[in-house]
């Protein structure tokens, strides 16, 4: 089986929403181990971490922690995306075989990031839970693949609210943004225009 994988922004020295990396990780334990989950922030805390610069702690796991990994981050430039439809694709659980996800972003064409469409229902990106703004409130697709910390944290807050979103509804909102763990809610904005289906 495919090792699990948290990532985590490191800012300027803050290691930032760690207690929501610590609950996936104890749910993707608990659920397909039935085995506790090691604690995150004793290993952090006795870390040699970057105290200036955006960073990403890549931590690799199954029953326990295998390998960390700091690497400096920058929010990547996302303008386009391209609708790709598969409606088998499964990504429940934070693994890091992602070999599925990536064929798929082989078919986005010029298209900076794929936006992925199961059973006529829209999704993720490639690396990022996406959110859409009607005007008035922020909405983020009510089945994503994967249930990403940034936007467990958004819901929590009340920030964005889950809705079920169809290719066809995509018209009724005027743009996105992509969100994830590094990128918290300072993703690039996409007009909803620059989204080919």
Not at 28 to 57: C, D, E, V, Y
Request: hydrophobic fraction near 40%; charged fraction near 20%; include cysteine.
């Amino acid at each position: 089986m495919s090792l699990f994988i948290e990532s985590i922004r490191l800012n300027n020295g803050s290691i930032e929403r760690l207690i929501w990396h610590q609950q996936r990780m104890e749910e993707t334990i608990q659920q397909l181990f039935h085995h506790p989950a090691p604690r995150l922030q004793p290993m952090l805390s006795g870390a040699s971490l970057p105290m200036k610069g955006q960073f990403k702690i890549r931590i690799f796991y199954n029953t326990s922690i295998q390998q960390m990994e700091v690497l400096p981050y920058q929010i990547p430039v996302i303008e386009t995306l391209q609708a790709v439809y598969d409606n088998t694709i499964t990504y429940p659980w934070k693994y890091s075989d992602r070999t599925a996800i990536n064929n798929l972003f082989l078919l986005r064409g010029e298209a900076d990031d794929i936006l992925i469409i199961k059973n006529g229902l829209v999704t993720d990106t490639r690396y990022c839970n996406i959110i859409f703004h009607d005007g008035k409130q922020w909405h983020t697709p009510l089945q994503p693949l994967l249930k990403g910390t940034m936007r467990q944290y958004l819901l929590s807050c009340g920030v964005i609210q889950a809705t079920e979103i169809g290719v066809t509804d995509l018209q009724k909102f005027k743009k996105a943004k992509l969100i994830n763990a590094l990128m918290g809610f300072d993703g690039p904005e996409i007009p909803i225009s620059r989204i080919r289906l």
